[in-house]
């Protein structure tokens, strides 16, 4: 699975875009306000459920395998220490709970990006940020949307051709630096074909968007969204 936007006609697919971001920042303000494990119990409640009203399910997490090392060594790194008691078992169980908050974002996200064409998010910023800043903003989010999967192909590419060369023989090291040397290289390549694309399309600030309109269905996402700001509130209240 890709970090893309995959076809459907799941409750999330009719939602108004603009309803989903704001759903998005809500469930963040919860979840860095609620940090005890009955609020983030809660709150898998919600992001599962974020994930099946887009129609998607575990293997849209697999997008995001690069961070789950990381989330799952922190508490063993945030724990040990150099001198006696060696471990401290509060440090490590706090930043399991952000780990696992972390994570929840994540699969919200997941939910967005599955659910949600790219000119929609686009869309959906410019008219929510007024003037250049929301055009700006609008611009890079569609550019990573579409460049991310391409350099993600890239760099599979780079590894397989490393390996059809008899790379596995050669040392970790090397083998890496091919790897990221190779990616790179069409990164770059890359940029400079979609400058020139985009030269070539004339690319304008003002392009002809999707219209946008919040309709019934929108209804219990925003007060899901306005319920998740209200309780974000109180808390830190």
């Not at 309803?19 to 005890?36: E, G, I, M, R």
């Not at 709970?97 to 959906?124: D, G, K, N």
């Not at 350099?151 to 050669?170: C, I």
Request: charged share 20%; with cysteine.
């Amino acid at each position: 699975m890709t970090l893309s936007f995959v076809p459907g006609d799941s409750l999330a697919h009719r939602l108004d875009p603009r309803s989903k971001l704001l759903v998005q920042v809500a469930f963040a303000a919860v979840a860095y306000a609620f940090t005890t494990p009955r609020g983030l119990a809660l709150l898998t409640l919600v992001a599962v459920g974020c994930l099946l009203a887009a129609g998607g399910g575990p293997r849209d997490l697999w997008s995001y395998r690069v961070a789950f090392p990381v989330l799952l060594f922190a508490p063993l790194v945030a724990g040990a220490t150099l001198g006696a008691p060696w471990f401290r078992v509060e440090r490590a169980a706090a930043t399991a709970l952000a780990s696992y908050r972390i994570l929840l974002l994540l699969v919200v996200a997941a939910a967005y990006v599955r659910s949600t064409p790219v000119r929609e998010s686009r869309a959906a910023l410019q008219r929510t940020i007024p003037g250049r800043p929301g055009v700006f903003l609008g611009v890079g989010v569609a550019l990573v949307f579409r460049f991310l999967p391409l350099l993600k192909r890239d760099l599979a590419a780079s590894r397989a051709a490393v390996r059809a060369r008899l790379g596995a023989e050669r040392p970790r090291r090397e083998r890496m630096r091919l790897v990221a040397v190779g990616g790179l290289s069409r990164a770059f390549s890359r940029a400079d074909r979609l400058g020139t694309a985009l030269v070539a399309r004339c690319f304008a600030w003002n392009p002809t968007l999707p219209r946008l309109a919040f309709c019934r269905v929108d209804a219990p996402a925003l007060a899901l969204a306005g319920a998740m700001f209200a309780v974000a509130a109180l808390r830190i209240a």
